[in-house]
T-cell receptor, first 114, second 114 residues
Framework: DTEVTQTPKHLVMGMTNKKSLKCEQH?????MYWYKQKAKKPPELMFV???????INESVPSRFSPECPNSSLLNLHLHALQPEDSALYLC?????????????FGPGTRLTVT | GENVEQHPSTLSVQEGDSAVIKCTYS??????FPWYKQELGKRPQLIID?????GEKKDQRIAVTLNKTAKHFSLHITETQPEDSAVYFC?????????????FGTGTKLQVIP
């Protein structure tokens, strides 16, 4: 299985809602990532987990809260978002091996904040 | 941190012609340079990559060249086909951030005209 899956595919939420995005991989990768991608822009790194521990937080606002319950799952909890947070949220995973750098991306969750 | 510049931002070619996209990077310690293709509404997918100990790599119609001295690398697509139309992102892995932290270029929208 060389796939990263994400749910839901689309999400519409109000600014007072609480929702979660989910990501799963079964490739045995020990690094998992959250990216935010606005239209016509490159993916922008938000968080990196390695061995289920948060290793990189790119100064993301606290209304985004990541969680890595185990080595296969990655969640992104959303609370009190702003309309400018509307974007495609991509999850990715990779091995933690200097001989294997490739990141595998999930299909993304299209988030709209109203 | 690493800074990756990508040119051109848009590129239109006739079917069958070649396309070249160029990227420059700032961190001389970066040692891995992937290229991703992202079709509209889909995930980024790795199409080719190169390590810093190699000057050129080919995979059928796609090739990447790396000039470490000048700190630039290029994607070459020959005999372009309409299905090559997509946004292409180059990326660099800065040594300071470890091999997990990828910096993407700004993207090139390639249009192949039948």
């Amino acid at each position: 299985d060389t796939e990263v899956t994400q749910t839901p595919k689309h999400l519409v939420m109000g600014m007072t809602n609480k929702k979660s995005l989910k990501c799963e991989q079964h490739m045995g990768h020990r690094a998992m990532y959250w990216y935010k991608q606005k239209a016509k822009k490159p993916p922008e790194l938000m968080f990196v987990y390695s061995y289920e521990k948060l290793s990189i937080n790119e100064s993301v606002p606290s209304r985004f809260s990541p969680e890595c319950p185990n080595s296969s799952l990655l969640n992104l909890h959303l609370h009190a978002l702003q309309p400018e947070d509307s974007a495609l949220y991509l999850c990715a995973s990779s091995q933690l091996d200097r001989n294997s750098y490739e990141q595998y991306f999930g299909p993304g969750t299209r988030l709209t904040v109203t | 941190g690493e800074n990756v510049e990508q040119h051109p931002s848009t590129l239109s070619v006739q079917e069958g012609d070649s396309a070249v996209i160029k990227c420059t990077y700032s961190d001389s310690a970066s040692n891995y340079f992937p290229w991703y293709k992202q079709e509209l509404g889909k995930r980024p997918q790795l199409i080719i990559d190169i390590r810093s100990n190699v000057g050129e790599k080919k995979d059928q119609r796609i090739a990447v060249t790396l000039n470490k001295t000048a700190k630039h690398f290029s994607l070459h697509i020959t005999e372009t086909q309409p299905e090559d139309s997509a946004v292409y992102f180059c990326a660099g892995y800065p040594n300071s951030g470890g091999y997990q932290k990828v910096t993407f270029g700004t993207g090139t929208k390639l249009q192949v005209i039948p």
